[in-house]
């Protein structure tokens, strides 16, 4: 039996539109809502009990708009909330984490020195150091929180090349970059800066995030309960943001041509 009901998909800003997008590309038949919490932005500066509050008012919206699954398209909302929201709902939730293993698998059994990004809270949250624990033991993994990258994409400034290259800067000047194998792009909108990181680091680096593999996971997750979109459905996309500043939806629909 398929379903056309909707996918609910939210981050704390816009960064989780690409994920959205992922999604879109693999599963062009879906329907899609897509919530941006620019207004409470970042959530990886805020308390647990913060994050998780909010992601369950977003969640509650969801829900009433008959979602059939939620993606938390964001790290940090997913270490504080997806167990509660599990424990809640009804409906497939699914999350993210920082695409270590990924990283740590990509070097063929030998040990890799991977530098993972991320915001604060993700990397101070015990999800994230669990699946440290399950890698440190064979590689080195550097933890490095980028709370500004988040900023710079929610003011509008992520095509200021001159303020992102010294951002950036600031966050990999302090690591020998000749020795790292790959750098994990831990949040969201992390993955925007790709090129950027691309032109700052040798050749060698891979860089590293878990978009492709969430959506394959959405994929499984709906196919398992046999809850795909019919195949001659047309999708949509709709696109929501808490902040009452125009600009933002400005940037929601930037973000999503790119």
């Not at 989780?16 to 959530?43: Q, R």
Request: proline residues 4%; negative net charge; contains cysteine.
């Amino acid at each position: 039996m398929t379903s056309n009901a909707p996918i609910g998909i939210f981050d704390s800003g816009l960064g989780g539109i690409s994920v959205a997008k992922e999604i879109h590309t693999l599963m062009p038949s879906e329907n899609l809502i897509f919530y941006g919490d620019s207004a409470n932005a970042p959530y990886g500066v805020r308390s647990t009990e913060d994050v998780q509050a909010l992601s369950m008012r977003i969640a509650d919206d969801f829900i009433a708009r008959g979602a059939k699954a939620i993606v938390i398209a964001c790290n940090t909302a997913t270490s504080a909330a997806a167990q509660l929201m599990r424990s809640t709902y009804d409906i497939p939730i699914i999350g993210m984490e920082p695409a270590l293993k990924l990283a740590c698998d990509l070097g063929g059994g030998k040990p890799q020195h991977v530098i993972v990004t991320a915001t604060e809270l993700t990397l101070r949250e015990k999800k994230f150091a669990a699946l440290m624990h399950r890698f440190s033991a064979t590689h080195t993994i550097e933890k490095q929180p980028c709370p500004a990258l988040v900023d710079i994409i929610e003011n509008g400034q992520f095509e200021d090349a001159e303020v992102v290259n010294k951002t950036l800067r600031g966050y990999l000047d302090a690591y020998d970059l000749d020795s790292v194998n790959s750098i994990v792009l831990g949040c969201t909108h992390f993955t925007y800066y790709r090129d950027y990181f691309r032109a700052l680091v040798p050749q060698h680096v891979r860089i590293v995030d878990g978009n492709e593999g969430t959506a394959r996971h959405v994929r499984d997750v709906l196919a398992e309960r046999d809850e795909l979109a019919s195949n001659n459905n047309e999708g949509t996309i709709i696109l929501l943001n808490s902040s009452d500043d125009p600009r933002m939806m400005e940037l929601s629909n930037y973000f999503w041509s790119l």
